[in-house]
Structure formats: C-alpha cells, structure tokens
C-alpha cells in the first residue's frame, strides 16, 4: 500500500508511470475513483494543471489516456522550445 501512496511520476513519461501504477493498482482492491485520485495525485504538476483543461474522466482508463495526452504534448513543446533556442 506504501509503495502506490509514494508512486510519482518525476521526470519521467506519464506512459511509464501509469504503467507502474497500474501494476500496483492491482493489488490494492481500492474502487475506480480512489485509484483516479491516486493516480492524479503521483503527477508531474506540469501535466495536473493541464487536466485541468479536460473533463473529469469517467475511469482509471480515461484519465490515464488523458494525462498521457497532456505529458506528451509537454514533451513537444519542451522538444520545440530547445529546437528554437527558447
């Protein structure tokens, strides 16, 4: 149970985290909004105001897809800025 309250994203893909969560997630029995709020909770801050954008999602699944959304258009921002020196 520790080991799914300490997951964080960090500075690596919301893809890799959520795959590790999704790992834990299996052994904890908790229903689909306590694991939405846990997994929303582990996020890089960047990627959680993002969301904000978004709906509230319906399940684990949907806000995975959405914070991967977020993490990846980040990431291509990020790839452009140091493209163009920003």
Do not use: M
């Amino acid at each position: 149970l520790t080991k799914i309250y300490s997951l964080q994203q960090g500075n690596r893909a919301a893809s890799t985290y959520a795959s590790e969560f999704r790992q834990l997630a299996c052994d904890v029995g908790w229903d689909d909004q306590a694991l939405r709020d846990q997994f929303r909770q582990g996020l890089r801050g960047e990627v959680k105001k993002l969301l904000l954008n978004f709906p509230e999602p319906t399940s684990l699944n949907e806000a995975i897809t959405q914070a991967v959304r977020c993490d990846n258009h980040l990431f291509e921002l990020h790839k452009r800025n140091i493209r163009s020196g920003k």
